[in-house]
């Protein structure tokens, strides 16, 4: 393509709006003739479907309930007025415990100033707060934020190590839409017995956020714990960072959620266009679908070229295959449907995986995404006339070149400055096209069953866990090998687990548990030295 016939391109099939502050550039996805043309009936139907799910319509036939994250930026849409009502009750809640808590009128149980906060999660409830609070620090922020999003006792240890000197000056939110999600309960009674171990009192640290009358709600209710804010069963993880899961810990930091949230209710407006062209998020659904042939061909790469997004790829991972990697369609045909995300910041991938990106399988597209302001208040020339943010686009740029040249597709997101508002405008953007490519490709973004299939596999190991050593401490007088005790346990089909679970269990001195060795790894018997109970609070 010369570089005249590029420029019209460009001109052509660029997306622009200056309220939003964004430019979408598709004009290197390499669109065949009359491509938007002969999806317009995807797309109607899309509309269509969108419609009926901000009006209400349920979303989640498995948990038989609706998805409303767009009503949290724009309440007045709910279906009810009471559904309104708490969401604009649970805004004013959050920014006035949170000012209160930044000013020192809410203490701590030695009553200091809170100066810290650390929030206990899993998944959407963690990966939003994250990006947040990361792309928007100041460097002046009234509370630094921390977060244990993972049930890695290293991991737990290695963050409350970082926070002893303060702990008395750091408030805790724990985030569980359930309020029973596995990772988060072990976070909790690990950061809770890590208070009481220093002689202070977690209820008097210690928020949640959950849903009403959750076991975790009863809990903080009962132990008087200094707030609890509410998720609906309408919100979902992944879609949740508009809730009070995002904009509890990004107030307690801070940041202006107001500008957040109506930088997302501008870009939701915008992207309920209904002519393609003008609607950022129907491009980009559209893009995808080229892109993938509408069956999960390519994956997606992201590419952000701004250090302050180091965390979107991980959030977009989530809300995108969490909400389109789907066994069957809307029909219950078989499809395996999905969208790969993966990819790092730029440039550092310049010298990374660029390099497969031009040379190697052509089995994906990139989104380079890039911000045309820093916050710098002087400029500083690496040489005359250049900055190391000129380079910086200028890498953003010749990644796009050089992947045109290899005749690999590309899109490109830009954000005129990076702030509260544009951050919640990036983010609704990619809400809305994922919902939209869910029906391009006929599959239901807002249910998650092969999630909850791997809790239940969890669930089982424990209990299987619990039922060896309650066998083991029975006979404690015993050996046994992995075969001896399947079969003693009535569980022949679990050997493999089995065998997993002791060689991991009897690396642990304190749970008792001797590996005495055979002729081989899976001739070695296991036994109970001597009962010991547990030690549990």
């Known amino acids: 393509m010369t570089k005249t016939r590029a420029w019209e391109n460009y001109k052509n099939n660029l997306f622009y709006d200056e309220r939003l502050g964004l430019y979408l550039d598709y004009s290197r996805m390499n669109f065949p003739p009359h491509y938007f043309k002969g999806m317009g009936p995807g ?77 206990v999660g899993i998944g959407g409830s963690v990966l939003g707060p994250m990006l ?21 006792p290293d991991g737990i240890d290695d963050l409350l190590d970082q926070l002893q000197a303060d702990l008395d000056k750091t408030i805790v939110a724990v985030v569980s839409k359930s309020g029973g999600t596995v990772e988060t309960v072990n976070g909790m009674l690990e950061v ?46 992944r879609t949740s960072v508009t809730s009070a899961a995002g904009l509890l810990p990004a107030a307690l930091q801070g940041l202006d959620i107001d500008a957040f949230l109506q930088g997302a209710g501008q870009c939701d407006e915008i992207t309920r266009r209904t002519e393609i062209r003008t609607n950022p998020a129907v491009l980009l659904a559209l893009s995808w679908y ?35 990697g789907k066994e069957k369609d809307i029909g219950g045909n078989l499809v395996h449907q ?10 550092s991938d310049q010298h990374a995986y660029v390099q497969q990106l031009l040379d190697g399988a052509d089995d994906f597209f990139v989104t380079l995404i890039g911000v045309l302001t820093d916050n710098r208040s002087e400029m500083f020339y690496v040489q005359p006339d250049v900055t190391s943010g000129d380079y910086l686009r200028a890498f953003l740029q010749g990644t796009r070149e050089a992947l045109t ?66 066998f083991l401490r029975q006979n404690a007088a015993q050996g046994f090998t992995v075969e001896e005790l399947a079969a003693a346990l009535g569980e022949p089909l679990e050997m ?42």
């Open 132 to 152: 947040l609070g990361d792309a928007l620090k100041t460097g002046r922020d009234p509370l630094t934020p921390y977060y244990i999003d993972n049930t890695d």
């Open 290 to 324: 080229h892109a993938t042939g509408g069956q999960a061909k390519r994956a997606m790469v992201l590419l952000p070229y701004k250090d302050r997004l180091r965390f979107l790829t991980r959030y977009l991972q989530q809300l995108i295959m969490e909400s389109l």
């Open 405 to 470: 040249a290899k005749k690999r597709g590309s899109l490109t997101i830009i954000l005129e400055k990076l702030d509260a508002r544009s951050l919640g405008v990036l983010l609704a953007l990619y809400e809305r096209a994922v919902g939209f490519y869910a029906s391009l490709i006929n599959i239901n973004a807002y249910h998650q069953p092969g999630v909850e299939l791997g809790k239940k596999s969890a669930e089982k190991e424990i209990k299987l866990q619990l039922k060896v050593l309650q």
């Open 338 to 347: 999905g969208l790969t995300v993966y990819g790092n910041k730029g440039s």
């Open 43 to 119: 797309v109607q139907r899309a509309f269509a479907e969108m419609k009926l799910l901000e009006a209400g319509k349920i979303a989640n036939p498995d948990e038989n309930r609706m998805a409303g994250h767009y009503w949290l930026r724009a309440p007045q849409l709910a279906p009810t007025e009471e559904i309104a009502a708490d969401i604009q009750n649970t805004i004013r809640d959050i920014k006035e415990f949170a000012a209160r808590v930044r000013q020192g009128e809410i203490r701590s149980c030695t009553d200091k100033k809170f100066t810290k906060f650390l929030l």
């Open 192 to 237: 809770r017995h890590y208070f009481a171990s220093r002689g202070l009192d977690f209820a008097s640290s210690a928020v949640a956020v959950t849903m009403t009358a959750s076991k975790l709600d009863l809990a903080a209710r009962r132990e008087k714990w200094l707030a609890r804010f509410p998720i609906w069963d309408w919100v979902g993880g």
């Open 496 to 537: 493999e687990a089995l065998f997993k679970m002791l060689e991991y269990l009897s690396l642990y001195p304190q749970r008792g548990i001797k590996k005495i060795a055979g002729e081989n790894i899976f001739t070695a018997r296991y036994q109970m030295e001597a009962f010991r109970k547990p030690k549990y609070e």
